[in-house]
């Protein structure tokens, strides 16, 4: 890999990261929360929409996540690309419109959109075959018809503080 040299790097930091995600091709990006007793969490995310607006995720409101922002709104994220680049931001989290959600709920594939309603995110289950009926029963329940996006689920957008971009090399 090159040397990275400052005047490479775009001013614009959102310029930027849009430059080393493109080469990245990976929309895989680790969340971080905290309760609020401070207890951290991360977990991976699919990154669904980067602007200078901030970094958009979705997921169920009735996740660990959700609950955790909704005490806490603030989320570190890290976009970690091998072998040598790595980019970490961190902001305030507010939640996108329905208008948004909606949106990009009809861009998801039909099975996509059927598993959110059929998962109760971080709950456990007696077994999968719980899952997998629950799949069929709602799949039979909408038939061919539309499937709604549930209201217990949306978008989060991370508007930045700070990013910080790192990109290894041997000297």
């Not at 609020?36 to 929409?49: A, H, N, Q, Y």
């Amino acid at each position: 890999m090159a040397v990275l040299r400052e005047e490479d790097l775009d001013p614009d930091p959102i310029r930027q990261f849009r430059r080393w995600h493109q080469e990245a091709a990976t929309d895989a990006m680790v969340v971080a929360t905290a309760t609020p007793e401070g207890v951290p969490s991360g977990r991976v995310v699919l990154l669904k929409e980067v602007d200078h607006r901030g970094f958009v995720f979705y997921t169920s409101y009735e996740s660990a996540k959700a609950a955790d922002l909704g005490a806490n709104p603030r989320a570190a994220l890290v976009f970690h690309w091998p072998p040598v680049r790595q980019v970490r931001a961190g902001g305030a989290v507010h939640g996108v419109s329905r208008q948004e959600t909606e949106d990009y709920w009809r861009t998801r594939p039909r099975p996509s959109q059927i598993g959110a309603w059929a998962s109760h995110q971080s709950a456990v289950i007696a077994g999968r075959q719980v899952l997998e009926d629950r799949v069929t029963e709602l799949a039979e329940r909408f038939g061919d018809g539309e499937v709604p996006c549930p209201p217990s689920w949306g978008g989060y957008r991370v508007v930045p503080d700070w990013i910080e971009f790192w990109h290894h090399q041997e000297d």
